[in-house]
């Protein structure tokens, strides 16, 4: 940024690079050099960006320096495949038994949380105070798993008085998806009537395989209940999303 000001004041020579930075500024947009830098893929814009990174800091700080939350923003984790295995991880060490006959069940809470008034609750908190539970909708932790937020439906909303995956309203984009509790068990039920719907990091869907094997932008399947078949959430395109570029 230093640079950019002094090509800007003509101190120095405006090169190929700056002028991208540039242009992308001027268009609200992130610019591609901090997209190279940046571990977590983002469509948001400039302004957006930068609010969203505000929060991954808040989050995060709160998370290092003081307790683990409630429920985990899951928005704001750069690597969120990586945390989900620490989840699976943590019930395996504690009973004892192979990670790899595991699987993750999920239940849907009647709770809707913001990150953004989670922020505003830990900014207007005393400094001693390093767990403020009203910013949590007085979630109680879970003996196992954890709860997590900050995931929007594409092409469906959350029906709260009957707690089921329903239609989207007409001109109703990418609702919030209510608290969820991802508990690991041994075995789910068989058959499972629930929608098996992917999350997404974002709206773009596309992704590649890292050096880690993951998918770029796919994260896991999650199981959602609903009164329609699979073949006709499948047809709609509903899928969970990470980030919505807004």
């Given at each position: 940024m230093e640079n950019l000001q002094r090509a800007i004041k003509g101190f120095v020579v405006m090169s190929e690079e700056l002028?991208?930075?540039?242009?992308?500024?001027?268009?609200?947009q992130v610019p591609k050099m901090w997209h190279n830098v940046n571990v977590y893929p983002s469509l948001k814009t400039l302004g957006s960006w930068i609010r969203n990174l505000e929060l991954r800091i808040d989050f995060i700080e709160i998370w290092l320096l003081h307790t683990a939350p409630l429920s985990f923003w899951i928005s704001?984790?750069?690597f969120p495949q990586g945390f989900i295995t620490g989840i699976l991880q943590t019930y395996?060490?504690?009973?004892?038994?192979?990670?790899?006959q595991l699987k993750l069940d999920f239940k849907v809470a009647n709770i809707v949380l913001d990150q953004e008034?989670?922020?505003?609750?830990?900014?207007?908190?005393?400094k001693e105070v390093t767990f403020v539970p009203q910013?949590?909708?007085?979630?109680?932790?879970?003996?196992?798993?954890?709860?997590?937020?900050?995931?929007?439906?594409d092409a469906g909303r959350w029906?709260?008085?009957?707690?089921?995956?329903?239609?989207?309203?007409?001109?109703?984009?990418?609702?919030?998806?209510p608290v969820i509790h991802v508990n690991p068990v041994l075995q789910l039920p068989e058959p499972d009537p629930r929608y098996v719907c992917p999350l997404y990091k974002t709206n773009l869907r596309a992704g590649v395989l890292s050096t880690t094997g993951h998918s770029t932008n796919f994260v896991l399947p999650l199981l959602l209940p609903s009164v329609q078949q699979q073949s006709y959430w499948i047809l709609k395109g509903t899928a969970l999303l990470i980030e919505i570029p807004n």
């Amino acid at each position: 940024m230093e640079n950019l000001q002094r090509a800007i004041k003509g101190f120095v020579v405006m090169s190929e690079e700056l002028e991208t930075v540039f242009t992308a500024l001027i268009n609200n947009q992130v610019p591609k050099m901090w997209h190279n830098v940046n571990v977590y893929p983002s469509l948001k814009t400039l302004g957006s960006w930068i609010r969203n990174l505000e929060l991954r800091i808040d989050f995060i700080e709160i998370w290092l320096l003081h307790t683990a939350p409630l429920s985990f923003w899951i928005s704001g984790l750069s690597f969120p495949q990586g945390f989900i295995t620490g989840i699976l991880q943590t019930y395996a060490r504690k009973y004892n038994t192979p990670i790899d006959q595991l699987k993750l069940d999920f239940k849907v809470a009647n709770i809707v949380l913001d990150q953004e008034d989670i922020e505003a609750e830990h900014k207007t908190a005393s400094k001693e105070v390093t767990f403020v539970p009203q910013a949590y909708k007085n979630l109680e932790t879970p003996i196992d798993g954890v709860f997590i937020h900050g995931l929007f439906i594409d092409a469906g909303r959350w029906d709260f008085q009957f707690n089921i995956l329903v239609d989207a309203n007409i001109g109703e984009m990418h609702p919030s998806l209510p608290v969820i509790h991802v508990n690991p068990v041994l075995q789910l039920p068989e058959p499972d009537p629930r929608y098996v719907c992917p999350l997404y990091k974002t709206n773009l869907r596309a992704g590649v395989l890292s050096t880690t094997g993951h998918s770029t932008n796919f994260v896991l399947p999650l199981l959602l209940p609903s009164v329609q078949q699979q073949s006709y959430w499948i047809l709609k395109g509903t899928a969970l999303l990470i980030e919505i570029p807004n």
